[in-house]
């Protein structure tokens, strides 16, 4: 059985993907402190929907996702490039994180439950 964990949720996506939220705490800044389910798909749609809009550089995409510990933050990153949703290009000193046509439909997956 899988067990609830409390992190942090940008307010937009926990408006979103309400589905994972068990229960809302107190909101700091732009984010929801929150009892979650499926932390993992949580944590994959966290760094997604970020990047829904623009790609971001890495600091911009760290800070938004509101994953707090780097370690777990550059797990979920890499799997999201090893499995081709996110894609990542060096651009002059920066890198450049982007969401691909297949990061796209893997968040419009859980998006359409809403629509």
Sequence with gaps: MMRARLTY?????????????IKRDE??????????????????????????GNPMTFSDLYSK??????RSFLNYLHLCVDYNFIQKEAIGPNVI???????????????????
């Design 9 to 21: 949720v940008p307010v937009e996506v926990a408006d979103q993907f309400g589905d994972f939220i």
């Design 27 to 52: 909101q700091v800044l732009d984010a929801v402190k929150a009892r979650t389910k499926d932390y993992s798909t949580l944590s994959l749609l966290k760094l997604l929907y970020q990047l829904r």
């Design 97 to 115: 994180y982007s969401i691909t046509d297949k990061g796209r439909l893997m968040l419009s997956l859980f998006m359409q439950k809403n629509n």
């Design 65 to 70: 996702s509101k994953i707090r510990m780097k």
